[in-house]
């Protein structure tokens, strides 16, 4: 008898239980949909900053709107924390021109990047089409030399999991300049890294590595329609030449800032959450999805807190990060302040997948937590939520990893996120108030959860 009313007992109490966080969830997305502030932060930050590239005067804008936003919300400590970070200039508009017997014909590039500018005229030269890097080492020195390499391998459309794709072909942009150079190439083009054809050239990080700078060679996008249409014309004849433009710079690294604000914890204020996004952004359009929107997702996450009366076990804290497109300095800044003062930081959350529907989230902890996570899936269902993995999470939170911590990141769904991402029409207009919304409720909702019933300690620690 007393093994049933103790087993009545437990039931009760964790249908009590349940049915608090089913009531602390339905707050949290009810205030995100009717009283959100994710939205209207973007706005200012998308059209009255604009693009906010690492070193740039509106990433430095960026900073000081972020901080007091985040002073205005009545948190325990608001920060700035100091990283020197890359300063790259586009300059002035890139130009491309395609020649054939018939005349010249305008390609639309964008110089990636890190990349240096052309020479005073521009480069011009015949080119070679290839589909990776491999494609330039078979090739060689012989039939590369003298030549602009065209890397032209495409995203897979087949594969559903966009950042899969996008993982599949991003190697070429980031050290194909490198490669080519190796044999002699003058000049590379990179098919932009998008699922659909569009006039849209996306630019992006890329590297020379340790090759000195008298050696580098200038390396652009090229959009996708204008890769179709090189391809096509090189088929036709292979001495086709294009000429391209740029007049980008490198400067020394800049002195710029994480932005950090802080709930302190009621219990255990010594256990750290994070929530974060990256302050940055590249300079061809306002960096609404990349990553706008997870900057005032993460920022609203400690408003929802509050707003819903809920008060913190743990210390939470939202670092907007800078410099995540052209370095990480940010994030890794923040790592090493962290164990600099013996912090202990147990879940981090990290959005910049884009502001689009969220799906759900992937988790790279161990099996013991994510037992835990899949145990709180119920909770999220009503409100479309499905999809929890074990796989990466985000890069700015990356460097925090150790045996411990819970790292995730949100996962909206990624369809259209190429189209924008990197590209001039990453723009607020783009970006859908509801899905914003609910990114930022579903952030808030597993914030709490982890704070409310912390994380599990690994066996092998347990063992010791």
Known sequence: MKKILLSLLLVSTVSFAQSDDEKQLKSIYSTSLTNGKSYAWLDH????????????????????????????????KVWLQEVMVPKWERGAAEEAYMITDAGKTELRICALGGSIATKEGGVEAEVIEVQGLDDVKALGKEKIQGKIVFYNRPMKPDVISTFEAYGGCVDQRYAGAKEALEYGAVGVLVRSMNLRLDDYPH???????????????????????????????LKKDAATKVSFTMHCKQYEDVKSHNV???????????????????????????????????????????????ETGYKPKRTIRVVLFMNEENGLRGGRKYAEVAKEKGEKHVFALESDAGGFTPRGFSFDCSDENFAQVESWKNLFKPYLIHFFEKGGSGADIGPLKDDQIVLAGLRPDSQRYFDHHHAENDTFDAVNKRELELGAATMTSLVYLFDKYGTKRSKKIKGK
């Not at 604009?50 to 948190?75: D, F, I, M, P």
């Not at 256990?271 to 996004?277: D, N, T």
Request: zero cysteines; hydrophobic letters at 35%; glycine letters at 12%.
């Open 45 to 76: 930050l998308s059209n009255e900053i604009g693009g906010r590239l690492s070193g740039s005067a509106n990433a430095a804008k960026a900073v000081q709107y972020t901080k007091a936003e985040l002073e205005k919300l009545g948190l325990d």
């Open 203 to 233: 630019t992006g990080s890329m590297s020379y590595g340790d090759v000195p700078a008298d050696k580098r060679i200038p390396a652009a996008a090229i959009s996708t329609n204008d890769a179709e249409l090189l391809s096509k014309q």
């Open 260 to 306: 950090i604000g802080q709930i302190t914890g009621s219990e255990f204020p010594n256990e750290i959450i994070i929530v974060g996004g990256h302050l940055d952004s590249w300079d061809l359009g306002d960096g609404s999805h990349d990553d706008g929107a997870g900057v005032v997702q993460s920022m609203d996450v400690l408003r929802l807190l509050k």
